[in-house]
């Protein structure tokens, strides 16, 4: 079996937290969503190379992070979390059903309904994880399921029920719900570049070719694909 770059500790970019030989930062657009986005990150997750939340960080500017560490004084993170103006979702299993929301991408002078009133707060971490920080800011906002999806694409880590997927993932799934299809897409090809370089670096070359056949990398950008290709 090839060998991991990661796993044999090479030097990692800062951005992305991968080899240089296969960093995918500025690769892509930077992604503007039509909703407030936050996140909860669990400091196991901080310097994971996988981690989709620090993905969704450095591809939407306007996300903003907050670290979350065990028995540590969450009262100056829950003051900071809700915006005024804005109703906060927080994304977990247990939510109730994903609600029906209009967009109002062509209609901006309306901040009270739509999109542009919504504040999203995504749980990254794994799943024991994301249970114990849902406990931590219980009663901060309304909490929300995802709509029924397909198979995660995330083929770095496993997930342990049928319906779970990554933070990434999670994030695309409610920008279309909401009808933000250009950043949906958008951030799916950052997700997907993501996945497939961090299939390369860890060796599993074969792994990375079958993630292509069925992503939309190939057919939007191809040039990007040679480069990290190699």
């Not at 247990?94 to 919504?118: C, H, K, N, V, Y």
Request: glycine residues 8%.
């Amino acid at each position: 079996m090839p060998r991991s770059v990661v796993l044999a500790g090479a030097a990692r970019c800062p951005g992305c937290r991968l080899p240089p030989r296969w960093c995918v930062c500025h690769s892509l657009p930077p992604v503007k969503a039509s909703v407030d986005i936050d996140l909860l990150i669990h400091r196991h997750e901080r310097f994971k190379p996988s981690s989709t939340g620090m993905l969704i960080a450095r591809a939407v500017p306007q996300a903003v992070c907050h670290d979350y560490e065990r028995d540590a004084d969450l009262d100056a993170c829950r003051s900071r979390i809700p915006r005024a103006g804005r109703e906060l979702w927080i994304l977990h299993p247990r939510g109730e059903p994903f609600p029906t929301i209009e967009s109002t991408t062509d209609s901006p002078a309306d901040p009270a309904a739509g999109p542009r009133s919504l504040q999203v707060l995504l749980l990254d971490g794994n799943w024991r994880q994301a249970g114990e920080m849902l406990r931590a800011i219980e009663g901060l906002g309304r909490c929300v399921r995802l709509p029924e999806a397909g198979p995660s694409r995330y083929w770095l880590r496993s997930q342990h029920e049928a319906g779970h997927v990554s933070t990434a993932e999670a994030l695309i799934a409610v920008l279309r719900g909401v009808g933000d299809g250009p950043a949906a897409d958008g951030l799916q090809l950052h997700f997907e570049l993501h996945v497939y370089a961090t299939l390369l670096s860890r060796g599993r070359r074969q792994a990375a070719e079958d993630y292509l056949s069925d992503s939309p990398l190939i057919a939007t950008i191809p040039h990007v694909v040679a480069r990290v290709r190699g």
